[in-house]
Structures are given as structure tokens and as C-alpha cells.
């Protein structure tokens, strides 16, 4: 194996912006403003250089600083558009996804793994306000979303096993599987019948229906879900009227991707 195949020499990274982008990433809901220790803490880095740091971004108009804390500006939104803007699959499966949404009247999206979260990478409300977490770019917990379990499904076993042993699943709703043997189960009759079913685990009220998506080669490169009110659809019939259009878009995106 190449070393370009393997990992990089430590003399081709720039530690610089690695530890910029890890300052960045040390923000988010519950922790949206922070001060230089905190950051600090956050990124095992010292306090000198968390500040200069900070500063830097403040500079570039990455940071608000007021009374000691900071605080991201939503120029950092730009970083995430970037990709929402430039990569295939956001651009491809747009208008399928726009498709399928006004046919069945519901909302629809199309997220990858990144690590153990899901990111929504696209999405389309269809004039349903089902739940904030479908939006591109948000992130929630791959175990306990439709579209997140559909690509753990996806995995090798042994991805999958490794991911059970390092998981910590949180009581979310009284719907969540927190039990990792119940988990995996569900991981495993997801990708035993195509598709995965989850009812309000991630939210109380939101139940969604994923099915992978493949590329040309065959390889699972996303998932793509249905997300319906709990209370207007139930399980069965969800299953029943969603998935066979969700199918005809799922193979449609096949030959595209």
C-alpha cells in the first residue's frame, strides 16, 4: 500500500489548521460561548495558544468576543456551504428528493455517516414542518435516526460491532433502544429487509423510513429517509405508502450517483 493510501507523513499536515478547525469545533448547542480556558480544555491546547487562536479567527471573522467569552459569527456557515454547494450528491439528489416529497406530501432528506452522527447533507419539507433536525447540515445521533441506522446497516459486521462497543446510547425519548443487543438486532432487521424503520427515538412525534443509497458500483453512499407526524401516519401504513415510492427514487439516484 502507497503511503498516500495509508496515512499521511506528519511533515505534509498543517498543524495550524488543525488545531484552528478543533477550536471551531469546540462550539456547539451547549456550548455556544465559551471562554479561552474553556476552549483550552476543549482542545487540549494551552491557554496561549487557544487565545492566539481565537484572536486569529475573531480577525477573520470567524469569532464575536464580548466580556471575556466568544463566540461563533455565521461566517462559519460558509464552510458548510462550501460543500452544500460543490459536492455531487447534494446536487443530484436534490431534485429527486423534491420529487418524491410533493408526491407522497411529506418531508424527505438525505444524510451520510460522519463518524457516529448523521449529517444532513439535503432535504425537503414538502410544506411539513416535521422536526428542526431536517435541515442540511445538522447532525444528530446515527443510532437512533432512520437514516443513521440504514447506514450502520450498511457497514461491514465488524464496523458494526465496533461501533456498538464505543456507542453510548441516552434515553432521548421514552422510545429510544438504549440496550446495545435490542440495537443491534434493529441494525441487523434493517439490513435484512432494505429499509429502516424508526419510531420517535430522536423525537417524540417523529417517525421516519430511510433506504440506502448506492452509486454506480453498487457501494452505500448515503441514506434517504421519509418523515411523517407520529400521530397522522402509523407504522405499518407508513411502510406500506411510502417505501414503494421512496424505491423508484432510490434507483432512479442509483444510476446517477
Not at 507523513?9 to 465559551?34: M, P, T, Y
Not at 450528491?89 to 438525505?110: K, M, N, T
Not at 434493529?186 to 417524540?204: F, K, W
Request: net charge positive.
Amino acid at each position: 500500500m502507497s503511503q498516500d493510501a495509508a496515512q499521511p507523513l506528519a511533515r505534509d499536515l498543517v498543524a495550524g489548521l488543525d488545531k484552528g478547525l478543533k477550536v471551531i469545533e469546540a462550539f456547539d448547542q451547549e456550548r455556544s460561548r465559551l471562554t479561552i480556558a474553556e476552549v483550552a480544555q476543549a482542545t487540549g491546547l494551552t491557554r496561549a495558544a487557544a487565545r492566539r487562536y481565537l484572536i486569529t479567527l475573531t480577525h477573520l471573522g470567524y469569532m464575536r468576543h464580548e466580556n471575556k467569552l466568544f463566540s461563533l459569527t455565521p461566517a462559519v456557515l460558509r464552510l458548510g456551504q462550501s460543500y452544500l454547494h460543490s459536492a455531487r450528491l447534494p446536487r443530484i439528489a436534490q431534485p429527486l428528493l423534491y420529487r418524491l416529497a410533493y408526491s407522497l406530501g411529506e418531508a424527505a432528506s438525505v444524510g451520510v455517516l460522519d463518524h457516529d452522527q448523521l449529517v444532513c447533507v439535503a432535504a425537503v419539507s414538502a410544506g411539513q414542518l416535521v422536526s428542526g433536525t431536517l435541515q442540511p447540515g445538522t447532525r444528530v445521533p446515527a443510532w437512533c435516526t432512520a437514516n443513521g441506522r440504514m447506514l450502520l446497516a450498511s457497514l461491514p459486521q465488524e464496523r458494526v460491532d465496533e461501533f456498538l462497543e464505543r456507542a453510548q446510547p441516552e434515553q432521548i425519548t421514552v422510545h429510544t433502544i438504549v440496550n446495545k443487543e435490542r440495537l443491534a438486532l434493529e441494525i441487523a432487521r434493517s439490513r435484512a429487509q432494505g429499509y429502516a424503520l424508526v419510531d420517535q427515538e430522536l423525537e417524540l412525534g417523529l417517525r421516519a423510513i430511510a433506504v440506502p443509497l448506492r452509486n454506480f458500483r453498487g457501494d452505500v453512499v448515503a441514506a434517504m429517509n421519509v418523515s411523517v407526524h407520529a400521530a397522522r401516519l402509523p407504522a405499518q401504513q407508513m411502510v406500506e405508502r411510502c417505501l414503494p415510492a421512496m424505491i423508484k427514487i432510490q434507483v432512479e439516484l442509483g444510476a446517477l450517483l
